[in-house]
């Protein structure tokens, strides 16, 4: 797994640093910590500093005998590319730092795709919505552009509850995965939330379906429930439980009814109302 993680010099950023090292912990991931300015002059000595200080505080969640993750000198930065640097460790596992100058949203995707990444995390205030220094739209986009899962966490805590909202299109392996992952980081209850089509055939493939799903997490000793509700009814369910549970909507595919159901606006509805995190699947 290849996780990029979107940071810059604000509190919400220095936040989710303490469950990328625990993500990583689990699952032993690349790690590409990107960070975003506007000057292509070259990079910003407060980003600089924010980034090699978050990188040595993932490094110090694991013992030395443990550590996946090469040293390397900070003054090691090369020029890829006009407004592009990085800085990264071979060890046994990969651990890159990146700065790149314009858009935060367009070279986080950018990057992600360039990179192959599996996982976007990213932070944002819950001050006012879901906001990144000052902008409101910054996890929307990357959350709806991604080629990959985007994590969006506004604040951390543990919650009780991941409610994972499921339709007809395909479940990846890896997304199966990242939810078991998350479970596991918050110790807590899956739901798994079926919406179904008044199709013929499309309900018994969805709770086909939720019946392998309950098995995969409970062999994994995650505490697992299945539910279905109507396609109709799903918005509201969805915002209801959004004020405390992390929603995770897997809306990878053309065929993805979550996909259509869930619009931008909607999307967007959820950032600024969901008090801990939503988890976009692919």
Same mark, same amino acid.
């Given at each position: 797994?290849k ?6 010099? &604000? $509190?919400?950023?220095? &936040? ?11 699952t032993?991931?690349?790690i ?5 300015q506007?000057?292509?002059?070259? /990079? $910003? ?10 990188q040595q =505080?993932?490094y110090s969640?694991?013992? /030395? =005998?443990?550590? /996946? ?10 020029e890829?590319?006009q407004? =592009? ?18 858009s ?9 795709? $360039? ?8 932070g944002? #205030? ?12 910054v996890?929307l ?5 991604? /080629? ?7 604040d951390? &805590?543990?919650?009780?509850d ?8 395909a479940?990846s392996q890896? #997304? ?27 309900k ?7 019946? $392998? ?7 994994? &000793?995650?505490?697992t ?35 259509r ?8 509805k ?10 976009i699947?692919?």
């Amino acid at each position: 797994m290849k996780i990029l993680v979107a940071l810059d010099t &604000k $509190e919400y950023s220095k &936040k989710i640093v303490r469950d990328v090292a625990r993500l990583a912990e689990n699952t032993l991931a690349d790690i590409v910590f990107l960070g975003v300015q506007e000057s292509a002059k070259e /990079p $910003e000595k407060a980003l600089v500093k924010a980034l090699l200080r978050y990188q040595q =505080d993932v490094y110090s969640y694991f013992s /030395p =005998d443990e550590l /996946p993750y090469a040293d390397f000198s900070p003054n090691q930065w090369q020029e890829k590319a006009q407004g =592009d640097w990085s800085i990264s460790s071979a060890g046994m596992k990969d651990f890159t730092l990146k700065i790149r100058s314009g858009s935060v949203a367009k070279q986080t995707i950018s990057v992600a795709k $360039e990179m192959e990444c599996n996982l976007i995390i990213i932070g944002c #205030s819950s001050k006012c919505g879901c906001e990144w220094d000052g902008e409101m739209n910054v996890p929307l986009r990357i959350a709806e552009d991604a /080629p990959c899962s985007v994590l969006v966490v506004k604040d951390v &805590k543990n919650t009780n509850d991941i409610i994972s909202i499921l339709d007809q299109s395909a479940v990846s392996q890896d #997304s199966l995965e990242m939810v078991n992952q998350l479970a596991t980081l918050h110790d807590a209850g899956l739901k798994i939330v079926g919406v179904t089509e008044k199709k013929e055939g499309k309900k018994d493939q969805i709770e086909k379906r939720m019946v $392998e799903l309950l098995k995969y997490y409970n062999d994994r &000793k995650i505490n697992t429930w299945v539910k279905v509700v109507d396609s109709a009814d799903v918005k509201d369910y969805v915002t209801n439980s959004s004020r405390e549970a992390i929603i995770a909507l897997w809306m990878g595919g053309k065929q993805s009814l979550i996909q259509r159901l869930f619009t931008q606006s909607m999307v967007d509805k959820l950032l600024e109302t969901t008090k801990s995190s939503l988890f976009i699947l692919r």
